[in-house]
């Protein structure tokens, strides 16, 4: 699999079924004993490979007036976050990781899923915005105050994929998650983006929060399969 959630195969299925016998044979002679892949929605499969639909992701299509689809009570958040006054800019990196941090340790999630600053900055094609309190300025104009939320988006070709978030919880009532995709969404149609993808999740009240922005989705699929049967069936016996 891939940093990015996905991975999967490309070529045409000449070269597929080449590489299928080619990877089956480099995997048993160096014992490896079963591979397990999360499908990008453009991959193809070779035959080999058990594919299993694990939900429907959510995407928003950016032709036409792609707002109509808004659930009525997304709009409702949204007039509530824009009187909230809120600003989009550009997020540190190691700011993001602070707010992610603290929200993964409050949840009493395992470290596992803490990212870290140097894997983050390394990743191609990534970017990382926020959602800021507005500050006044003394002698007028405004500039970013306290960081509420953070969202990295991933740059695929005609697609923006919604990566990962983390917000602050005592700032929700704001709205600013909702803020920030809104006009994530108006950026990525003015630049060209033809589609975004908000992808799905547990629990199911995460699903219901991406669902508010469209009705459409696309199957999440996963690819299996096992290389050295004996072996993965007595290791999976403990």
Not at 1 to 7: L, P, Q, V, Y
Not at 130 to 153: C, D, F, K, N, R
Request: hydrophobic share 40%; aromatic share 14%.
């Amino acid at each position: 699999t891939s940093a990015f959630d996905f991975g999967g195969f490309w070529g045409t299925a000449a070269c597929l079924e080449e590489f299928d016998k080619e990877w089956t044979h480099y995997c048993r002679r160096h014992g490896g004993v079963s591979e397990f892949v999360r499908l990008h929605p453009d991959s193809l499969v070779p035959p080999s490979y058990q594919v299993r639909k694990v939900r429907e992701n959510v995407v928003v299509p950016l032709a036409g007036d792609y707002e109509a689809a808004f659930d009525p009570k997304l709009r409702t958040d949204l007039r509530k976050a824009d009187s909230n006054n809120l600003l989009r800019d550009v997020v540190p990196w190691g700011w993001f990781v602070e707010l992610h941090h603290a929200q993964v340790r409050k949840l009493g999630r395992d470290p596992y899923y803490l990212f870290p600053l140097e894997w983050l900055a390394a990743l191609p094609s990534v970017f990382c915005v926020g959602a800021y309190e507005t500050m006044l300025l003394p002698y007028g104009g405004e500039t970013i105050g306290e960081l509420y939320a953070a969202h990295v988006y991933v740059r695929d070709g005609p697609r923006l994929f919604y990566f990962l978030s983390a917000s602050d919880p005592e700032t929700l009532h704001l709205k600013p998650n909702d803020f920030l995709i809104n006009e994530m969404l108006r950026w990525a149609k003015e630049v060209g983006f033809k589609e975004v993808y908000l992808g799905g999740g547990s629990p199911e009240s995460l699903m219901h929060f991406k669902r508010k922005w469209s009705p459409s989705t696309i199957p999440y699929l996963t690819a299996s399969r096992i290389f050295l049967p004996r072996l993965y069936g007595s290791l999976s016996n403990g």
